[in-house]
């Protein structure tokens, strides 16, 4: 799934490219996604042009003229193309948005579990799920203060912690796995446990993991694109994640892997040893 380095990636794109340019036509093609599209909400977009791009954890929310905006859920597979209105159709591209001079915004999602949704743009932040996020990792107001606070008092793993949406907004299985080996972390040590010397090495984990990945354009593992169709090249600098049996790029010992609750863990059985030998 598409994570805050790789919808802020398209983001940045989108913003670059389309900023100001006016929606002639929409169309729906295949409405049956996560949450089923309103063709009728998505068609009151015409006429409308884009004003501003921002981004909320994983969402990405586009705004357009007339206190009208359209918040965009990548889910597993999701993409977003600017295509030229010539190109031919993927089976995939379930809604197309045609701007003046003929390119295209296309939402292309092979697994169908990503969403776009038509909301007011004075609303947005205060309706569910945006409502419930957390913080942003990359926001200034994430200070290593902050994560001792939200860290504080927790038994569970701080693998977990880290992927909690409604605590901190955006980071997923990849980014956690490659943050804790970034911090030297065990994966499974209760968040409440860290010491404060480890929140501060996890905060500049967090930021500087983060950071790069958004400058590399994200991580491509299987479907991810930015809008022009580039692979997020962050994939060539992953320490961990996907590596079980090779070598730990800091001091050779063999990746782990852990599987639990359905999510895959990754980690260093020397770099990030347990406590105590636990």
Request: glycine fraction near 8%; hydrophobic fraction near 35%; include cysteine.
């Amino acid at each position: 799934m598409p994570e805050l380095p790789e919808v802020e990636t398209v983001r940045r794109a989108l913003e670059l490219r389309i900023r100001g340019k006016r929606i002639v036509s929409t169309e729906v093609r295949h409405p049956h996604l996560r949450r089923t599209l309103d063709t009728n909400a998505i068609s009151c977009v015409q006429g409308r042009s884009f004003e501003a791009f921002r981004r909320r954890g994983k969402y990405l929310i586009l705004d357009l003229s007339g206190d009208v905006s359209l918040v965009v859920h990548l889910g597993m597979s999701g993409r977003l193309l600017l295509c030229s209105s010539a190109e031919v159709f993927d089976k995939h591209d379930h809604v197309r948005i045609t701007m003046h001079g003929g390119c295209e915004l296309r939402f292309r999602d092979p697994r169908r579990f990503g969403s776009i949704a038509v909301w007011s743009t004075s609303e947005v932040m205060d309706r569910p799920p945006l409502a419930g996020l957390g913080i942003e990792p990359l926001a200034r107001e994430f200070t290593p203060s902050r994560l001792e606070e939200l860290v504080s008092g927790l038994r569970r793993p701080i693998k977990l912690l880290l992927m909690d949406q409604s605590r901190l907004a955006g980071i997923g299985n990849i980014y956690a796995n490659e943050i804790l080996f970034e911090a030297r972390l065990y994966p499974f040590v209760p968040a409440g446990l860290l010491q404060p010397r480890e929140i501060r090495k996890l905060h500049a984990a967090i930021v500087q993991t983060l950071r790069r990945a958004v400058e590399r354009g994200g991580t491509t593992i299987r479907d991810y694109s930015d809008p022009l169709g580039q692979p997020g090249w962050f994939r060539l600098e992953l320490a961990v994640y996907q590596r079980a049996g090779e070598p730990c790029p800091r001091c050779g010992a063999l990746i782990r892997l852990v599987r639990t609750s359905g999510r895959s863990t990754y980690f260093c059985p020397s770099c990030q040893a347990p406590p105590n030998g636990g």
